[in-house]
Every structure is written in C-alpha cells, then in structure tokens.
C-alpha cells in the first residue's frame, strides 16, 4: 500500500507562484542603476521572458519545487504486517456448557449473575491480558467440542465466548473427553508452550475417558492443566433445575488433575476471585511482552529529492554556460 506520511505539505505547491506576487510588484519600487550595457541586458532578459525559452524555464523550476514537495511529504510503501511475537504460549480453554451453567449462584457487585454470565465476564478481560499467545477454545458437555482452533485473533475467540449457551453441548458434563481433545490439539507444540485452562461448575458423569487417565496422558504430553471450579459447593435449590448428579463440583477430581500436571486448582464464587485467579494465572504463566504489530515501511523520498538535485544541478549548469557565451558577445557588440 503506498501512502504520504505528511500529505498536508502539497499545500505548499502554490507557494512560489504566491510570492512571486508579492514580491514583484516590490521590484518595480526599487532603484534603477545606471550601466553602460544596460539596453543589451534588458534585452537579453526579455528574450528569456518570452517565448517557449520563459516557459521552459518556469517548467524546470515548477518541476523541481514539485519533487521537493513530493519529498518532503514523505512518501511511503507499506509491506504486510509483521509475526506477532512467538514467545507466548498455546492455551487452550475449555469452558464446561452444561445446563447447570444457567444457576444464578454467582455474585457480582452484590448481585446474583448466572454462572455462564460470570465466566464470560472473566474470560473477557483474561484474554485481554494474554499478549503473544495463541488461544483456542473448547465447549464440553455431553460431549466435547473445537470451537476455536488455536490462533492470534483474540477478538474472534472472545466473539466465541459471548456466543456460548448453556445446554448447547448436552446436559450432562464431560471432562475427561474435553482433556482428551485438548491433548489431541496440543500434543504437537512445543513442550515448554502447552496450557490448559478447564471451566466446569459439576463432576464428571459422561463421556469415553475418564479424568484422571486423560490426566495422566496430559502429563505424558507435558501439557499443564489450570482447573477452576465455579459455584457454591453446595446448593439443594439446585436440584430444581438439572440433574443432582450434575451439579456437585467434584474439587478433589478438579485438584488431582492439577497437581498431577502441574498446574493449580482455582475456586471461583464472587467478584473477588476474579481478580485472585487473574493475578495468579499471570504469575504462574506471564504472558509474552505486548508488542504493537507494525507493519513493514519503505520510505521513497530520497527518489524525488534525488531527481529534485539532478534537474537542480543540470539547470544550473545551463544557466553558467549561456551567461559565458552570451554576456561577452553583447559586450563585443557594443
């Protein structure tokens, strides 16, 4: 893409004709001198000021004044953007979508938010905070599912977060197959680079693996696992909604998957874990410095100065040369 960086300096183009102007009419107030030879320089002046010699001469000035301009107003190639910096991490965060999710248990600014609503809130501001990392995201219920493949765009995968409904992968919560996928799509990074962040409000009751074996795989994998929990530990209004066996929140499974991969166990309930958990998933896994991307730039004055200097210099030697052949064959003349 080519574009001026300064591109209000052309309106200093119809500078030279504005002075010249102003200034001429101060010339006609000026002084006469008396030279002896004066009839033949007039003459010779007015032979430049008329004809195609005077409009060859304004051309070659109106073309330098223009390459100047077109210099200093800095124009510019611009490449594509440059790689985002590669010392982030592959995170991957699986987000439990089961019907429980819906339970409005969570506290927020003293008033109660649903869980799902409370997750996404967190989420939003998480991403936000992950500089240089490439993030993908994973909805398990019944069953698990890829909705985001890793990637640098984090405007699309929070897009993906908002647009999560509770129930959409089944009622039932599955997260030793969410483990299973997130290994699947991780397994190839490199080693020092695989996170897993897992979401879920219940204890596993479906799906092929189970958690602890997909954990012990994912510490084959040397993939660190991050668990939260999110809700009241208990809550018997719950039984009016979904399944009992849906919503006890298994911690001892959730801390177990932790410790066995390395990562830690978070509990989530109200506003001010919100900040804790933050502050701890930064410590724990700092996200790469934020670098703005930029893109690659050419700067292309110094063609238009460099032709500004050469017209410059050839019409200056020009102007030297007829003043020695002309101004001597006047004098002789007299």
């Not at 501001?125 to 019944?142: A, E, M, N, V």
Request: hydrophobic residues 45%; glycine residues 6%; proline residues 4%.
């Amino acid at each position: 893409m080519f574009e001026f960086a300064w591109p209000w300096l052309f309106l200093l183009l119809p500078l030279p004709g504005l002075l010249h102007a102003l200034v001429a009419p101060i010339r006609q107030q000026g002084v006469e001198l008396s030279v002896p030879f004066y009839n033949d320089l007039y003459a010779l002046a007015l032979a430049e000021r008329t004809g195609w010699r005077r409009w060859r001469k304004i051309s070659c000035y109106s073309l330098i004044w223009i390459l100047l301009v077109l210099a200093a107003a800095r124009p510019q190639l611009h490449g594509s953007l440059q790689e985002r910096p590669s010392t982030g991490r592959d995170l991957l965060i699986a987000v439990d979508v089961s019907s429980s999710m819906l339970y409005s248990d969570m506290s927020l600014a003293g008033s109660s938010i649903s869980r799902m609503a409370f997750i996404k809130l967190w989420l939003e501001h998480f991403i936000d905070q992950r500089h240089g990392d490439r993030l993908g995201l994973i909805l398990f219920g019944s069953q698990a599912y890829l909705q985001a493949p890793l990637t640098y765009d984090h405007h699309s995968v929070k897009i993906w977060v908002q647009e999560a409904q509770p129930g959409i992968a089944g009622n039932t919560t599955s997260i030793g197959d969410a483990i299973g996928l997130a290994i699947k799509r991780l397994r190839m990074r490199p080693a020092e680079q695989r996170v897993l962040i897992l979401i879920t409000d219940g204890a596993n009751n479906s799906g092929v693996m189970s958690p602890l074996a997909a954990a012990q795989l994912a510490a084959r994998y040397h993939i660190k696992i991050y668990t939260v929990g999110v809700g009241n530990r208990a809550d018997n209004n719950l039984h009016e909604m979904v399944d009992s066996t849906s919503f006890e929140l298994d911690e001892d499974t959730l801390k177990h998957i932790a410790a066995q991969t390395g990562g830690h166990y978070f509990h989530l309930t109200d506003s001010n874990d919100l900040a804790e958990i933050q502050n701890s998933l930064s410590a724990l896994e700092p996200s790469a410095d934020y670098q703005a991307p930029k893109r690659n730039v050419q700067e292309l004055y110094s063609w238009p100065l460099a032709l500004a200097l050469l017209f410059s210099v050839v019409l200056a030697c020009h102007q030297l040369y007829r003043r020695h052949v002309n101004a001597p064959r006047s004098l002789e003349s007299k």
